[in-house]
């Protein structure tokens, strides 16, 4: 496998990557639909098409997820727990084998900074780990229902599984959903995002490889509308995990209620990051800057809400301007402080936001602007940017921008805080920075949110559960939590005597 320096040069001189797959991954190996039509994708660093890859349609994920079905019920299924963690285990290994390319194809799809490339699939090798060693201890339970009766639980499976993939970040939820599934027993078929299908096909080609039998991962590429939905509607699907945006979330529970299909949803946020005036001033600004501009801010859980006390907002906004002004725009594979976002078209949603923002007369501190690399002159940039002194009912603190925009609210004290963390109609994190822990702890009590961040933003792994509350969603993600999202629980009681 080429190192990561061989891969960036073969783009450079090239344009594209050899390795990178064509067709659907459907019942073991690489397949190509008759109709032969085919997409292209986007490097968001250049503005240019750097690949193409198949556009399905509903008679390929049809087939994909009758694939799935009949190896479901005669292999997978009944595999030994402990035959499923080492395929596993397996894959966690070959993940890391595949790191250069992955994490180059993945910065070429989504426009995301190498080296945040390289950590999404470390991350994703140690979510197959992790689930590697849940497959033998999905232990059931009994009931005490006295000398005559024996009572207990079983956990099964709960079958075939469709996975909608999101382009922020696609390896890393393609591996929180795929592997505790396949540790609970379940078959996959999964839909990456248009923007970003490579390396949810690579993902799959490594699970054969490391032992998985044809037909329990399969992936199919496509538009929502021509594979997405005949999939979230199929029949055959007994479990959907979507991420993506409140309103299409709201078409696939739609979907999955007409067969009444089991569904874990995490539709975005509005974090708020609250800051308090007896914080560590510089674990606040370090934390507060990582939390916005990370992956230009392309992130559910980004902490896009600055929500701090008074007594000290002038000088900490300052500061934070100065260095937010000091970060580097350029394009993934030259490990820029921020890239670019996703798309042309979501480029504009986000100078949207600015734009009517400034027209309100909002005080825009550094920022606001559509930009390039400054190398090339190309590619889909917005400047790093901070609005200040906004009030809680304005679009900017109540609408998810999902960009490189820090919207900054000013608080009284710590009850002021609170009120407006919980102003908003997300509820998927937040972040809490102050040095009085029976304070943070109250705080994160009370913070409508499904995870809580203390004095630092992101803290946490694949062991620790993730989702929303309000319209971020319901359902939970990694940990043991999202083991059992992919099973359903049978009870059985007997009498003996």
């Given at each position: ?185 379940c078959t996959v078929v999964a839909k990456p995002a248009e923007q970003t299908p490579f390396t949810a096909l690579l ?172 190398k090339t002159g190309k590619g889909w940039f917005y400047e790093p940017t901070i609005v200040d002194s906004v009030s ?68 946490g792994g694949i062991e620790v559960p993730f989702g929303g509350n309000k319209k971020s969603g319901f359902g939970r ?21």
């Amino acid at each position: 496998m080429s190192g990561a320096s061989e891969l960036i040069a073969e783009y450079q001189a090239t344009g594209t990557l050899k390795a990178l797959p064509l067709g659907h991954f459907i019942d073991g190996s690489f397949t190509q639909p008759s109709h032969n039509r085919t997409m292209e994708s986007f490097d968001p660093g250049r503005g240019e098409a750097f690949a193409r890859f198949t556009a399905g349609t509903a008679e390929d994920v049809d087939q994909a997820v009758k694939s799935s079905k009949v190896a479901f019920e005669t292999v997978w299924r009944d595999m030994a727990p402990v035959e499923r963690s080492r395929i596993l285990l397996q894959a966690s290994k070959l993940i890391l084998e595949n790191l250069d390319l992955l994490a180059v194809a993945e910065t070429l799809d989504s426009g995301k900074a190498l080296q945040e490339a390289q950590g999404d699939v470390r991350g994703a090798a140690r979510t197959f780990e992790y689930y590697a060693g849940a497959c033998d201890k999905l232990q059931g339970d009994s009931f005490p229902l006295g000398p005559n009766y024996v009572g207990y639980a079983i956990h099964e499976p709960v079958g075939v599984t469709a996975h909608i993939i999101p382009w922020n970040f696609p390896i890393s939820t393609a591996a929180r959903g795929f592997a505790p599934a396949l540790a609970a027993g379940c078959t996959v078929v999964a839909k990456p995002a248009e923007q970003t299908p490579f390396t949810a096909l690579l993902l799959a080609k490594i699970l054969h490889d490391a032992g998985l039998p044809a037909g329990v991962c399969n992936v199919v590429t496509g538009t929502g509308a021509e594979t997405g939905a005949p999939l979230t509607s199929h029949p055959d699907v007994d479990h959907i995990t979507f991420t993506g945006s409140v309103q299409t979330g709201k078409a696939v529970m739609k979907a999955a209620a007409d067969e009444i299909t089991r569904v874990v949803l995490e539709l975005g946020g509005k974090s708020p990051v609250v800051v308090l005036g007896d914080c560590d001033r510089e674990q606040a600004l370090s934390g507060v800057l990582g939390a916005i501009y990370e992956n230009a801010g392309q992130i559910c859980s980004a902490g896009s809400r600055l929500v701090i006390e008074k007594n000290i907002h002038a000088d900490f906004v300052a500061e934070l301007v100065k260095r937010t002004k000091s970060l580097t725009l350029g394009h993934g594979l030259g490990n820029p402080d921020v890239g670019p976002v996703n798309s042309a078209g979501h480029l504009a949603k986000v100078a949207g936001f600015v734009d009517r923002a400034r027209a309100r007369g909002a005080d825009i501190v550094t920022g606001g602007a559509v930009a390039a690399d400054p190398k090339t002159g190309k590619g889909w940039f917005y400047e790093p940017t901070i609005v200040d002194s906004v009030s809680a009912s304005d679009e900017l603190a109540q609408e998810e921008i999902f960009g490189p925009v820090l919207t900054v609210q000013v608080a009284d004290d710590a009850d002021h805080a609170l009120a407006l963390a919980n102003d908003c109609q997300y509820g998927l994190v937040a972040g809490i920075y102050t040095s009085n822990f029976a304070k943070a702890h109250q705080l994160a009590r009370k913070i409508d949110a499904g995870q809580i961040y203390i004095n630092e933003y992101f803290a946490g792994g694949i062991e620790v559960p993730f989702g929303g509350n309000k319209k971020s969603g319901f359902g939970r993600e990694k940990g043991l939590e999202g083991l059992k999202s992919y099973c359903k629980t049978k009870s059985i009681a007997a009498r003996i005597g």
